[in-house]
């Protein structure tokens, strides 16, 4: 399993991101897949889900109504859209094949501030 994210930056409150998981060595089109965050000293958190056809999703409460979570099967490719960014959802960014995010890969670093 192989997952590179891609997409963070520094980006003014209020602002958006798209982050990107690129997935191989597995087959991505039957996963479900998932987006999990770490701040600096704490743990991993659920942001949000996806299921294989992308027709179910789910979000952590922090991201409701400023995530969105999709997929692209043909190209193996995870997205997570980020509008409305605040300061405390700086953190790492973990594309995951797991709710825990066991199986994740390097991350992408997202920081908000002004």
């Known amino acids: 399993v192989q997952l590179v994210e891609s997409g963070g930056g520094l980006v003014q409150p209020g602002g958006s991101l798209r982050l990107s998981c690129a997935a191989s060595?597995?087959?991505?089109?039957?996963?479900?897949m998932y987006w999990v965050r770490q701040d600096p000293g704490k743990g991993l958190q659920w942001v949000s889900q996806?299921?294989?056809?992308?027709?179910?999703?789910a979000y952590a409460d922090s991201a409701k109504g400023r995530f969105t979570i999709s997929r692209d099967n043909a190209k193996n490719t995870l997205y997570l859209q980020m509008n409305s960014l605040k300061p405390e959802d700086t953190a790492r960014y973990y594309c995951?094949?797991?709710?825990?995010?066991?199986?994740r890969g390097r991350g992408t670093q997202v920081t908000v501030s002004s």
């Open positions: 996806i299921s294989p056809a992308g027709g179910t999703t």
């Open positions: 060595g597995f087959t991505f089109k039957n996963a479900w």
């Open positions: 995951a094949t797991d709710e825990r995010g066991n199986i």
